[in-house]
């Protein structure tokens, strides 16, 4: 069974930018979370969508939004970029209902320069 | 505010023995908690999940401990491999809200052959 696939593994972009990172979960899994890993603040959770809705949401920016489709897989954008944003971005897929866990994928790296 | 805190960020085992990883939570409504392994340069691995109704689980090497009164859980890996050296995060969600995982910082934790 394929796993949680994240395009693309690695990203440079300048500040103001904005950017689109892919997620694909696992098949059957209709809940898709985002989290941004850094060395100062750890592995925070971003948003979270579950058929085509966002369902919860984490404490960033409006300028963090992301989108699911039909076919569960999700994105993620980020407009103007700012330095603070470089960071490994995480997709974790779930069943969606308790008591499941999520499984994630390789994650994006991103780097803003 | 964290509610998730792993205190010790690294620990080192001798191979064959057991890795003790401790996890301690603030918030009262966390009723599902998870422990995940990671390598660099790779997503976190799900090793073993844990309900707020259980007080032990399970899996082969794994075995997660939770103390509801305490606040308190912990991993138990018996017996340690070299291949076990990773970054150990613990994550707790309330299930009713959704997929929404609280991380702790984690623990580095290295097995010597």
């Known amino acids: 069974k394929a796993g949680v696939t994240q395009t693309p593994r690695y990203l440079i972009k300048t500040r103001g930018q904005q950017v689109t990172l892919s997620c694909s979960p696992i098949s059957g899994h209709r809940s898709v979370s985002w989290y941004q890993q850094t060395p100062g603040q750890g592995l925070q959770f971003l948003f979270e969508y579950f058929s085509e809705t966002q369902r919860n949401k984490g404490n960033f920016p409006g300028r963090f939004s992301g989108r699911q489709f039909s076919n569960s897989r999700s994105e993620m954008n980020v407009s103007t970029l700012e330095l603070g944003d470089s960071a490994l971005y995480l997709c974790?897929?779930?069943?969606?209902?308790?008591?499941?866990?999520?499984?994630f994928g390789d994650g994006t790296r991103l780097s803003i320069l | 505010d964290q509610q998730v805190k792993q205190n010790s960020p690294s620990l080192s085992v001798q191979e064959g023995r057991i890795s003790i990883l401790n996890c301690d939570y603030t918030n009262s409504m966390f009723d599902y908690f998870l422990w995940y392994k990671k390598y660099p340069a790779e997503g976190p691995t799900f090793l073993i999940s844990i309900s707020s109704i259980k007080d032990k689980n399970e899996d082969g090497r794994f075995t997660v401990f939770l103390n509801k009164s305490a606040k308190h859980l912990s991993l138990h890996i018996v017996p340690s491999q070299p291949g076990d050296s990773a970054v150990y995060f613990c994550?707790?969600?309330?299930?009713?809200?959704?997929?929404?995982?609280?991380f702790g910082g984690g623990t580095r934790l290295m097995v010597k052959p």
């Open positions: 974790a897929s779930s069943v969606g209902t308790g008591g499941q866990p999520q499984h």
């Open positions: 994550a707790a969600s309330n299930d009713r809200a959704g997929n929404m995982l609280t």
